[in-house]
């Protein structure tokens, strides 16, 4: 019973950096995408969106994973901070190659389209599966 008391006292620490951290880098990617594409998210789902809601889940989930696959990976904060860091602008760069492949897509979403809103949706959540496997490997 001493040595589990002693690992968590060692480990939890390392825990509350590390998943601080992450969830900082998290907070950080959903700000970002928001920040940086046309339509206004929030204010959409406040709205009552539907397109718009799924396009947010999307960039959630597709910074999530990834960022938790990284977590679970790395040895120490570096190796999380640069992990996100790359998980991050490769999850904005999912928004730009939708973009390109469907011409208005903030239009779109912000009309409510919801084919727009899921093809964003699986750009995102499929970018994120082969970041966290490739994170992972």
């Known amino acids: 019973m001493q040595h589990i008391w002693q ?5 939890f620490p390392v825990l509350l950096v590390h998943l601080g951290l992450t969830i900082g880098l998290f907070i950080f990617g959903v700000f970002v995408y928001v920040k940086l594409t046309p339509h206004h998210e929030f204010k959409l789902v406040r709205e009552n969106n539907a397109a718009a809601g799924l396009s947010l889940s999307g960039v959630v989930i ?7 696959f990284s977590l ?11 992990w ?3 998980v991050v602008v490769l999850q904005l760069l999912a928004f730009v190659a939708a973009h390109m492949l469907l011409k208005d897509l903030s239009t779109r979403i912000e009309n409510g389209e919801m084919g727009a809103a899921w093809v964003l949706f699986s750009f995102n959540i499929a970018l994120a599966m082969f970041l966290s496997a490739a994170i992972s490997g």
């Open 84 to 86: 996100g860091l790359i």
């Open 7 to 11: 690992t968590i006292q060692i480990g």
């Open 62 to 68: 597709g910074m999530a994973m990834p960022l938790a």
């Open 72 to 82: 679970s990976a790395s040895v120490n904060e570096l190796d999380i901070l640069l």
